[in-house]
């Protein structure tokens, strides 16, 4: 609980934040931004998506070096 009241006293969860947040839950980002893509697409934009895999990219750390940092 320390944790939600010091981000929401020092103001650091936006909108988007769906962590920590109550009402909200890991099915609410993609509802957002799917919502979001089929109102563009009824106004006649494209859509672009890109997908990143951070889990690779640590996994090429070198844990000794993090763990001294």
Excluded at 38 to 62: E, H, P, Q, W, Y
Aim: charged share 20%; with cysteine; glycine share 2%.
């Amino acid at each position: 609980m320390f944790t939600f009241n010091y981000l929401t006293k020092n103001s650091l969860l936006t909108r988007h934040q769906s962590s920590f947040c109550s009402l909200y839950s890991m099915f609410t980002p993609p509802l957002e931004a799917t919502d979001i893509w089929a109102m563009n697409i009824d106004r006649g934009f494209v859509n672009a998506v890109v997908f990143i895999d951070l889990k690779k990219a640590f996994d090429t750390i070198d844990h000794d070096i993090l763990q001294r940092k």
